[in-house]
């Protein structure tokens, strides 16, 4: 009985000075130390065993020299059209001009709403589908 009883006095004054429990997350995404961050990434990719069938990164296949080329020469090809498209669309002193210009492959017709307010409306010939947009002048 005296062995309880000393060790009910040794744990009671213990527990009276205990602070209490504070939950504090490892994760920074949950508000822990950002310092955590690239340690808990390095550990998820170590643990990773998933690889994608089609060796592909986001659902796409890897690009080779030759299709960037390509895709840069196209998209140069593209940007000089737009440019001198520009010419035709503009005035001398910067302001659209109402009318169609017509590509290949687009319709781009300007219609003057009133009040200093234009319609633009490009339409791709071959699918037929179409996109608006208003601008104040």
Known sequence: MRKVLKLALFIFPAAALAGPLVYMPTNPSFGGN??????LLNQANAQNKFTDPRGSLFGRSPQTQLDLFNQRLQSLILDRIATSLGDSLFDPSGNLVPGTVETSTFLITIVDLGGGMLL???????????TSFQISQ
């Open 120 to 130: 633009v409306t490009t339409t791709d010939k071959t699918t037929g589908a179409s």
């Open 34 to 39: 950002p310092l955590n961050g690239p340690n």
